[in-house]
Every structure is written in C-alpha cells, then in structure tokens.
C-alpha cells in the first residue's frame, strides 16, 4: 500500500489537448447559458403584469368625463348653484 506522501505514487501532468479544451469551453457555456435563461425567465415569471393601454385608456376617459364635469359647473350661473358649505377644493362635485 502506498503512502500518501509518496513522490512516486503521482503521475506526471499531461498536457490538455484542443478537444479537451473545446469540450470544457462548451460545457462551461452550457452552464452559464443555463443559469442565465433560467433567471431571465424566473425574473420574468415573478413581474407583476401591467395592462398599460387599458389603463392609459381609462384615465383618458376619466379625464374627459372630469373635464366635461367642470365645463358644466363653469357654465352655469354663481346664482342657480350656490357653493355649498361643506364642499372642498379638490374639484369634486357633490350631487343633490
């Protein structure tokens, strides 16, 4: 049985062929591609959804509806429409 610390027991160092080197480089790039798609599509699963053209399209609607609003209470006369007392600066009509 040989001993651990034996000089003989190791073997000499080859030199790493081309293939050897082209196998390694692939198998690395397999991995990093790997890991990379996987937290690409992990990051991508975890993202909430947005439905920005639905909502862009609600507030344009919400902004014509309040600008409609506004021109009618513009429209009518300080005498028809006394400001009541409890309404407030945010431009919020109250209904009767």
């Not at 040989?2 to 790493?16: F, G, I, M, T």
């Not at 081309?18 to 993202?47: C, H, N, P, Q, Y």
């Amino acid at each position: 049985m040989p001993s651990d610390n034996d000089p003989n027991s190791l073997a000499e160092p080859e030199p790493v062929t081309t293939a050897e080197k082209a196998r390694f480089t692939a198998r690395v790039a397999a991995v990093v591609t790997l890991i990379v798609g996987g937290s690409v599509a992990l990051a991508s699963m975890l993202t909430p959804t947005t439905c920005r053209g639905a909502t862009r399209s609600a507030k344009l609607k919400w902004q014509e509806r309040q600008a409609q609003i506004e021109e009618a209470v513009a429209s009518q006369s300080p005498t028809e429409n006394p400001p009541s007392e409890n309404s407030s600066s945010s431009g919020v009509v109250e209904q009767k």
